[in-house]
């Protein structure tokens, strides 16, 4: 389809371990959004890239999150030695606009569990 | 510091009753609000969006009021019904910010 593409849909993974979550976003979208959603909990902003560079990167919760997305496309975010508290649903979003007033559109989230 | 909040979690009306869910915001440099609908499993989806030039934007059965000195807005669902039932989000940002800040959102049951 023509959404913004999520994988993998759940990951299950240890303690300690490192993730990757990758984010395939509509097609001429300059703006790609990370967000994170616990439980009950609305999303939460962690980084926001425009083009390749990130424009805004004041909610990643510590320096074992990181992102990238090298040609401007699809981006990963990577978390180094997860911990339980890690777990939530990493949902990413696109959007048309060059400034934070469009909407944002959403893929489906990738559900992250550490156990 | 929440800068968005939804104050009910839930909410439950009747099929054709009018939904209305609300919204508070802290920050005044906010000038851009967004209603997003979300179902089980899926991400949040675009519902309805205001400028804070103006006060009231309508999109058929959706209507969104803004009420700046209150700092306070609302979603008006005319007639409600059982599609509607989702949890509903409330977003702000404002120009150049690039990014939107949720509520923890309110979750509609319409009932037949």
């Known amino acids: 389809g023509a959404g913004v593409s999520q994988t993998p849909s759940n990951k299950v993974t240890e303690k300690g371990k490192y993730v990757e979550l990758r984010c395939d976003p509509i097609s001429g979208h300059t703006a790609l959004y990370w967000y994170r959603q616990s439980l009950g909990q609305g999303p939460e902003f962690l980084i926001y890239?425009?083009?390749?560079?990130?424009?805004?990167d004041s909610g990643l919760p510590n320096d074992r999150f990181f992102a990238v997305r090298p040609e401007g496309s699809v981006s990963t975010l990577k978390i180094q030695r997860t911990e339980r508290g890690d777990s939530a649903v990493y949902l990413c979003a696109s959007s048309f606009l060059e400034v934070g007033t469009g909407e944002l559109f959403f893929g489906e989230g990738s559900r992250l569990t550490v156990l | 510091d929440q800068q968005v909040k939804q104050n009910s979690p839930s909410l439950s009306v009747q099929e054709g009753r009018i939904s209305i869910l609300n919204c508070d915001y802290t920050?005044?440099?906010?000038?851009?609000f967004l209603w997003y609908k979300k179902y089980p499993a899926e991400g949040p989806t675009f519902l309805i969006s205001?400028?804070?030039?103006?006060d009231k934007n309508e999109d058929g059965r959706f209507t969104v009021f803004l009420n700046k000195s209150a700092k306070h807005l609302s979603l008006h669902i005319v007639p409600s019904q059982p599609g509607d039932s989702a949890v509903y989000f409330c977003a702000a940002s404002y120009t150049n910010a690039g990014k939107s800040t949720f509520g923890d959102g309110t979750t509609l049951t319409v009932k037949p």
């Open positions: 920050n005044s440099m906010f000038d851009y």
């Open positions: 205001i400028s804070s030039i103006k």
């Open positions: 890239f425009q083009g390749t560079g990130a424009a805004d």
